[in-house]
């Protein structure tokens, strides 16, 4: 037999005294919201662009095969395919034996050169002032001042010849010129190439474009106004020009469009497959706001307000514009729809649990 301390109350009977306050709370009504504090906004009807779409190709602007300007043996090869290069990294190294020796050549007989033309001056000097004191001819004149023309003629040609050996100098070593991807590797370390061999290819991933084959009708309309988007996984793009060629395709008879991408990379890469919705009119439709429709399994519904109720009601929608949606069935032009679908699904369910 169970015993209670003087004082206390027993175990039992607080448990007893909590489970009849929780039906108590369960049986009150809740109270229902009042549907006119929902925010609520018209089903309205606008005008939206009429957008065709079209597969195109992603293509990188820059891209390009570097070749060899000089003649010598690979001697170090910094990057391979796929690498990612920054611009002006060195891509190939050449032994430069032949091309300093030329340089080194060249500047020997550029001071030479200098010299002689030092010599042929002061000779033309001295020329000069026998012939004004009466002491020279003419002809011992004409003579040094030929030899100062020849002496600075040799000058000119030598410091061509030098500039013509630092650059075959500098062709030994093989620059980006620009940052991207290496797409293809020609030589191989040790090997010996001439001049104008393929070395490697690469392009850069920061200016892409998107090239699309259009029908003749959509062509003439996209010349005429030339807007478009591409559509990719993130976010859509909108090129900073739209190009249509002037020239058909003689076998499909389709015009190819060239939409020049804003620099970035946007998650799209060069051979890629891209959607392309090109503006080709305007159209009214039924315009609802995104944010009050609700997705329940394969449902697409809104709640909509009439009569002081608060209804769930099926929607067929079309294409979304920002941040609007088209509605193709289900509502009617003015009608009131929740602008926020949570809360009016909690009026509606505490609505219903409330009514007799």
Known sequence: MYHSLPGRIPFTSLRFNYLILIAFFIAQPVAAEDPRTLETVPAKVGTTAVEMLFDGTVEAVHQATISA?????????????????????ILIRFTDVEQTTDLQRAEADLAGARARLVEASEEFARAENLKERGLGS???LDRALSARKTAQANVNSAESAVVAARQQLEYTVVRAPYAGIVTERFVEV?????????????LSLEKLRVIVDL??????????????????DTQPVTPDKVIVFPVADPVTKTFRARLELPDGQF???????????FKTGEAERLLIPVTSILH???????????????????IRVGATFGDQAEVLAGLKEGEQIALDPVQAGIYAKTSRSSSP
């Open 296 to 314: 329940r399994s394969e449902v697409t519904a809104v709640y909509v307000y009439e009569n002081d109720e608060v209804r769930l009601r099926q």
């Open 215 to 232: 029908p003749q009708q959509v062509a003439m309309e996209v010349r005429r106004n030339p807007r478009a988007v591409v559509l990719t």
């Open 190 to 202: 040790g090997e010996t190439v001439s001049r104008g061999q393929r070395l490697m290819s690469g």
């Open 69 to 89: 300007q000089t003649a010598g043996r690979i001697e170090a090869i910094n990057f391979d395919v796929d690498d990612y290069v920054e611009a002006g990294s």
């Open 138 to 140: 003419q002809r011992d």
């Open 267 to 277: 998650d799209l890469f060069p051979g890629m497959f891209v959607k392309t919705a």
